[in-house]
């Protein structure tokens, strides 16, 4: 049985009028076009993508806060610093909300906060951030977490290995 289907993709169109399948489609393009350096495209996915999300899941949702943080960083790549820290910000009590103040995916949001407050020159919030980030790398039982000193940001490992 043939699946497939003809569909044309515009940016600002609603995600919610295509079907399930065809709306996973438009948003696996996002990273597509963010890769290729055709950020209003990509962002206009993650758009679509927020509002799949949240008329699936709810504004509360894991989902939710990937896609938020997805979105923040087209927007950063734009150079929407502003808009960036909110969609990050959201992303973070999100997960807080759902893992608890204490969870791997917390201090991953923290830190990408903090670099975001950074670059807006809130130095001493972007520290408070950090050092959440870094409090919650070193309890025990935390899911490993790798930090780059270079460049602020954490990225979780798959092994599911504890530090």
Do not use: C
């Not at 670059?119 to 919030?125: A, F, P």
């Amino acid at each position: 049985m043939d699946h497939t289907k003809d569909v044309e993709f515009r940016p600002g169109h609603i995600a919610s009028s295509f079907d399930s399948n065809t709306i996973w489609n438009a948003i696996s393009l996002g990273p597509f076009y963010e890769i290729n350096d055709n950020l209003t495209v990509a962002r206009s996915h993650y758009e679509e993508d927020l509002l799949a999300e949240e008329a699936d899941h709810g504004s509360n949702h894991p989902h939710v806060a990937i896609t938020l943080n997805n979105l923040g960083r087209v927007l950063k790549a734009q150079g929407n610093i502003n808009g960036a820290q909110l969609h990050f910000q959201r992303a973070m009590e999100i997960d807080e909300a759902v893992y608890g103040p204490s969870h791997a995916k917390v201090a991953f949001r923290a830190s990408v906060l903090g670099d975001m407050l950074h670059d807006l020159g809130g130095l001493r919030d972007a520290r408070r951030h950090y050092h959440k980030a870094l409090h919650i790398t070193i309890r025990p039982n935390v899911p490993y977490i790798k930090i780059s000193l270079h460049t602020n940001s954490i990225s979780g490992g798959t092994d599911g290995t504890s530090r």
